[in-house]
């Protein structure tokens, strides 16, 4: 898992928001490929330079991954990942179907991760940064940097602190026990199907 997450933090050092151009988009786009390695858009090779539709799906292989530019902000797919965009009511979805992504985002609204059933994006209009690991379809590595993030299910929002790292539970017993060295974020009162655990500090990213 470890490794994971330094991959994760090493590949945010290569991308800024400020890369980013400005896109005059229609509706239907959702972005542009800033950069392709091993990855597909549906059936076809990815390439650079390709626009995006909402309804489109991404997939990377083993040594793959890709940067997509977006209005506000940015989306990265590691190796092993596929994620189908979709447009929202406030912005663009990322469908995390397998592997993980990054977002990059100073708008709450802009871009969130679909991951299972929990939806992740920022908090504020902090620069924030988003690294998300599906480990299975009720279980999700999340991590922060910049800026805080939200984690919402069926209308539960927790919201967590930057520079963090947690281990997310969907449908988790109360009981269930903290990893060594990790602590739990209380619950809210009442029924709650969240579990969140506090796995350790990332380093923070400048761009």
Not at 167 to 194: F, H, M, T, W, Y
């Amino acid at each position: 898992m470890q490794s994971y997450l330094r991959c994760g933090l090493t590949f945010l050092l290569c991308w800024s928001l400020a890369a980013s151009p400005a896109l005059a988009s229609p509706a239907a786009m959702v972005g542009t490929v800033g950069q392709a390695n091993a990855a597909r858009l549906g059936p076809s090779q990815l390439l650079q330079g390709s626009t995006l539709f909402d309804g489109d799906t991404l997939s990377t292989g083993p040594t793959g991954n890709v940067i997509v530019f977006m209005t506000e902000g940015q989306l990265a797919l590691l190796s092993d990942t596929t994620v189908s965009l979709t447009r929202t009511p406030t912005g663009i979805g990322a469908v995390l179907e397998r592997g993980q992504a990054i977002v990059a985002s100073e708008s709450p609204s802009a871009i969130e991760i679909r991951a299972g059933q929990i939806v992740i994006r920022a908090h504020s209009t902090a620069p924030t940064r988003t690294h998300v690991i599906r480990v299975g379809p009720k279980e999700f590595v999340v991590s922060t940097t910049g800026g805080e993030a939200e984690i919402s299910l069926d209308g539960e929002t927790r919201v967590v602190p930057p520079n963090t790292s947690y281990r997310v539970l969907v449908d988790a017993s109360a009981e269930a026990s903290p990893a060594a060295g990790s602590q739990r974020i209380p619950r809210r009162a009442g029924k709650s199907r969240l579990l969140i655990l506090i796995l350790g500090a990332t380093a923070a990213v400048t761009a």
